[in-house]
């Protein structure tokens, strides 16, 4: 996903495609989350993971059900879930209606961070470098930076969501094409089936990724 105008922001329209064909797609866009408070966060989209039917990983596998209903519903708004009864996941809904399909946002790279969540992590000691690299390298981590919970499950991804999607810049896509091996596609992380599906992309040598 690229253009020419920056930014812009990506339209559900864009992402009425199996999600193996999105996931790449989405790393370099921007995940901006607006705050109650009018601060932004911004961050670049690092790595990403697919999930589709016919995927034994995936929530939408074998019937929809109340929890994994909004993988059912037209693509471009959030699928947020909890794991371990305290993290929550952010998923981007893609692919046609009734279809459980979902790109899962694994780790950022931010761009901006309020002043005032900057101070509140530095309370008890200052980060360093690294760790500032690495404050949204997860996706239970990104989700709780961001404060994004359970309640933005179902929502569209729009400014009047607080929560929405930009598109890559035309320098990042630029850099792209000028380094063929730049994005990483391997294993998915953390899973008891569907291990060996290679549906999980990443930006290379970025400090920002979960794992490499």
């Not at 929809?64 to 471009?76: C, E, L, Y």
């Not at 991804?157 to 929405?164: A, E, K, R, V």
């Amino acid at each position: 996903m690229n253009s020419t105008r920056t930014p812009l922001i990506v339209d559900p329209s864009e992402l009425v495609y199996p999600s193996t064909q999105v996931a790449p797609q989405l790393l370099g866009c921007t995940l901006v989350r607006q705050l109650a408070n009018g601060e932004q966060i911004r961050g670049l989209i690092v790595e990403t993971e697919a999930y589709e039917p016919n995927d034994p990983a995936c929530h939408g596998y074998r019937r929809r059900t109340p929890r994994n209903a909004v993988m059912f519903s037209p693509a471009g708004v959030s699928y947020v879930y909890l794991i371990y009864g305290m993290y929550c996941c952010l998923n981007v809904v893609t692919d046609v209606e009734d279809v459980p399909s979902a790109v899962l946002i694994r780790a950022l790279q931010l761009e901006s961070l309020p002043i005032s969540i900057l101070v509140s992590l530095e309370q008890t000691q200052p980060l360093t470098s690294k760790q500032k690299i690495r404050l949204a390298s997860g996706p239970g981590k990104l989700c709780r930076l961001l404060d994004i919970n359970t309640q933005f499950n179902g929502l569209p991804l729009h400014p009047d969501q607080s929560l929405w999607l930009e598109h890559r810049t035309l320098a990042f896509q630029q850099r792209l094409e000028q380094q063929p091996n730049a994005i990483i596609q391997t294993t998915r992380i953390g899973l008891s089936q569907g291990q060996e599906l290679p549906w999980r992309w990443y930006l290379g040598n970025c400090p920002s990724v979960s794992k490499v």
